[in-house]
């Protein structure tokens, strides 16, 4: 799992990446909510004031849903402009392709594609990306932490998996995540809140 430091680090080496390639974007479009972070730092290191977002679904919690949508569309005139389209990760490449030709029916001048971590499973290349992973395994970053793991939970609870040092042992095995074991017992305790308050 990237730290909140590592993600800093390296969204400032994409900003390089991108400098030196001599691309001057005139406008940033993040693809939510993954790439609102790494955008906001680039637009910083690009000293870029104009940056806008557009929402597509695709990832469920490890699995991808059968297509990917464009939920929030896009609000503002990229006509004629040169456009860095920026998410975290590219998985499966499918929401950065479907993002991609959703933006070209706007006319914009170029589009160039930017990403933290790219698969090398993705059947979609990044112009840009700092880090690239060869043997797929599943990324989770600071701003997702709890969401994914709460899906991967609740998969195993389904399966009769409950306690929380099963489920530190799968999530290891399964999933190669290494997490403290008070986040797990905070999680199961939520659920369990959760599951109380709707039951009541």
Partial sequence: MPSWMSVIRDSEKLSY???????????????????????????????????????VEHWG??????KAVIKFPLCADIKAKRVLLVDDITDTGETLRISLEYLKGFAPKEIRTAVLVHKATSRF????????????????FPWHIREDLTGFIQGME?????????IYSELKSRYGISIKSKTIKE????????EFHHSS
């Fill in 125 to 140: 290349q990044p112009d840009y990306y700092v880090r690239k992973i060869i043997k797929w395994r599943w990324v989770i």
């Fill in 17 to 55: 990446l991108i400098k030196h390639s001599r691309y001057r974007p005139g406008i940033l479009v993040a693809i939510g909510r993954g790439g609102f972070v790494p955008a906001r730092i680039l637009c910083d290191h690009l000293l870029l004031r104009d940056m806008t977002s557009i929402k």
């Fill in 61 to 66: 919690v490890a699995k991808p849903r059968k």
């Fill in 187 to 194: 999680i199961l305790s939520e659920l369990e809140a959760n």
């Fill in 158 to 166: 389904a399966e009769g998996i409950r306690s929380w040092q099963s």
